[in-house]
């Protein structure tokens, strides 16, 4: 309690300090921080290293899946694309809104939208191999691109749903995702070091996981952790946090696929 | 974010009432920054409190703490080193800190160990139920007091 009461008081001389040099200071506002950044040396190795990085073997299973074209529609994903490649820049920009239904759809959603309209396929299922696989490579052509998502116009709304749920304290635990990924960058939660929970390196090989899985994934794990009712892969909160976290993330660059611990 | 938790305590509550009592949370009274009584007049033991703080089922307290037990590997840094606690705080300190210490900091991330109500989205299988029974919390107790 002492260093809570400390803590606040400092924090307010602090913030008074700040508000008085903000207008000279050029950027007050601290970078976030990538897990990347707080990897073993071992798993960044990998990470940074395309013939090793385990992640990689979805981003090839990925490129066989966007040019089979043995669907009933007979076209893949290539013959209204082209090769994977054009697909560079694109995951900067997502989660975006879908300017026909006003929906916010992240990489995943897009996918499956092109498969049902385009494709007359069923949608594949959240977490499945084969979209894993898909989003992987689609996100994996703006590797080292830095994030911009727009947040004007419809994705406000969704921006601040987003936001209100990042700053809430949720389930027995009673913790906000705020309170470790702002306030405790850096600090170890048993063997992991807290980052600023960013989504670049998703979807991401995680040792725990021994495959790879999705942001929203990961976003049920921290959920869980907190002993908190989830919310469901692809549901509209995942989609808003999933919005707030790359806005949290802009100027931040796409590592995936992320290799994590 | 102070008003949804708010609304979430209003929620929490309704529901309480609606379902009776709460199972398994025993009542004490606060006096300064003090739990004086022991829980249900129980007696803790301080071998169970230590497999308690360290079991990653039971407290899983070393997610946040550190605690002299030098085989513990992976001890966590977001709160103070328990290592000389029972030098520092009363036995009586100690439990409120452990039962509620959002009552001291409104702030602060230690989790509210004995507590039901003002909770948001609480998993199925733990609501309305604390995160320590009255029992284990004093098993805690009794060990961090030894720490000196």
Same mark, same amino acid.
């Given at each position: 309690?002492? +260093?809570?009461?400390?803590?606040?008081?400092?924090?307010?001389?602090?913030?008074?300090?700040?508000?008085?040099?903000?207008?000279?200071?050029?950027?007050?506002?601290?970078?976030?921080?990538?897990?990347?950044?707080?990897?073993?040396?071992? !798993?960044?190795?990998?990470?940074?290293? &395309?013939?090793?990085?385990?992640?990689?073997?979805?981003?090839?299973?990925?490129?066989?899946?966007?040019?089979?074209?043995?669907?009933?529609?007979?076209?893949?994903?290539?013959?209204?694309?082209?090769?994977?490649?054009?697909?560079?820049?694109?995951?900067? +920009?997502?989660?975006?809104?879908?300017?026909?239904?006003?929906?916010?759809?992240?990489?995943?959603?897009?996918?499956?939208?092109?498969?049902?309209?385009?494709?007359?396929?069923?949608?594949?299922?959240?977490?499945?191999?084969?979209?894993?696989?898909?989003?992987? !490579?689609?996100?994996?052509? *703006?590797?080292?691109?830095?994030?911009?998502?727009?947040?004007?116009?419809?994705?406000?709304?969704?921006?601040?749903?987003?936001?209100?749920?990042?700053?809430?304290?949720?389930?027995?635990?009673?913790?906000?995702?705020?309170?470790?990924? &702002?306030?405790?960058?850096?600090?170890?939660?048993?063997?992991?070091?807290? *980052?600023?929970?960013?989504?670049?390196?998703?979807?991401?090989?995680?040792?725990?996981?021994?495959?790879?899985? *999705?942001?929203?994934?990961?976003?049920?794990?921290?959920?869980?952790?907190?002993?908190?009712?989830?919310?469901?892969?692809? *549901?509209?909160?995942?989609?808003?946090?999933?919005?707030?976290?790359?806005?949290?993330?802009?100027?931040?660059?796409?590592?995936?696929?992320?290799?994590? +611990? | 974010?102070?008003?949804? #938790?708010?609304?979430?305590?209003? =929620?929490?509550?309704? #529901?309480?009432?609606?379902?009776?009592?709460?199972?398994?949370?025993?009542?004490?009274?606060?006096?300064?920054?003090?739990?004086?009584?022991?829980?249900?007049?129980?007696?803790?033991?301080?071998?169970?409190?230590?497999?308690? #703080?360290?079991?990653?089922?039971?407290?899983?307290? @070393?997610?946040?703490?550190?605690?002299?037990?030098?085989?513990?590997?992976?001890?966590?840094?977001?709160?103070?080193?328990?290592?000389?606690?029972?030098?520092?705080?009363?036995?009586?300190? =100690?439990? @409120?800190?452990?039962?509620?210490?959002?009552?001291?900091?409104?702030?602060?991330?230690?989790?509210?160990?004995?507590?039901?109500?003002? @909770?948001?989205?609480?998993?199925?299988?733990?609501?309305?139920?604390? #995160?320590?029974?009255?029992?284990?919390?004093?098993?805690?107790?009794?060990? @961090?007091?030894?720490?000196?």
């Amino acid at each position: 309690m002492r +260093r809570g009461v400390a803590g606040k008081a400092l924090r307010r001389a602090l913030a008074a300090v700040f508000a008085a040099i903000a207008p000279f200071a050029a950027e007050a506002e601290p970078k976030a921080r990538s897990a990347r950044e707080f990897l073993s040396l071992e !798993l960044a190795a990998e990470q940074a290293d &395309e013939t090793l990085n385990r992640g990689m073997l979805w981003v090839e299973l990925g490129e066989r899946l966007w040019k089979d074209g043995s669907v009933p529609s007979g076209r893949s994903c290539a013959s209204c694309h082209g090769q994977p490649g054009g697909m560079r820049g694109v995951a900067t +920009r997502y989660p975006a809104i879908n300017r026909e239904t006003g929906a916010l759809v992240n990489i995943e959603g897009r996918i499956n939208g092109c498969r049902v309209q385009h494709q007359s396929l069923p949608a594949l299922a959240y977490e499945s191999e084969e979209l894993l696989a898909l989003t992987a !490579l689609v996100a994996h052509q *703006s590797k080292g691109m830095i994030m911009s998502v727009a947040v004007d116009g419809a994705a406000r709304g969704f921006l601040e749903q987003g936001r209100a749920v990042y700053e809430s304290r949720q389930g027995q635990l009673n913790i906000a995702c705020s309170q470790c990924h &702002e306030q405790n960058v850096g600090r170890k939660l048993r063997g992991d070091v807290i *980052s600023s929970g960013l989504g670049v390196g998703y979807p991401a090989y995680r040792l725990t996981w021994q495959g790879l899985g *999705s942001l929203h994934r990961r976003l049920k794990a921290c959920q869980q952790g907190v002993r908190a009712a989830e919310f469901e892969p692809g *549901s509209t909160e995942h989609l808003s946090l999933e919005l707030f976290l790359a806005w949290r993330a802009r100027g931040i660059p796409i590592e995936t696929p992320g290799i994590r +611990r | 974010m102070r008003r949804a #938790v708010g609304a979430a305590l209003l =929620i929490a509550s309704v #529901v309480s009432t609606s379902a009776g009592e709460p199972r398994g949370l025993a009542s004490f009274e606060v006096s300064g920054d003090s739990i004086a009584k022991p829980l249900d007049g129980r007696i803790g033991d301080a071998e169970r409190g230590r497999s308690i #703080v360290i079991d990653r089922r039971g407290g899983n307290c @070393l997610i946040c703490h550190r605690v002299p037990a030098p085989d513990e590997p992976f001890q966590g840094d977001l709160g103070p080193d328990l290592g000389g606690i029972g030098g520092r705080l009363t036995e009586a300190q =100690i439990r @409120l800190r452990l039962i509620d210490a959002s009552r001291l900091n409104a702030e602060t991330l230690m989790p509210p160990y004995h507590r039901v109500e003002g @909770l948001a989205r609480v998993a199925k299988e733990f609501d309305g139920r604390p #995160v320590l029974t009255a029992a284990e919390i004093e098993d805690v107790v009794a060990w @961090l007091v030894t720490l000196k």
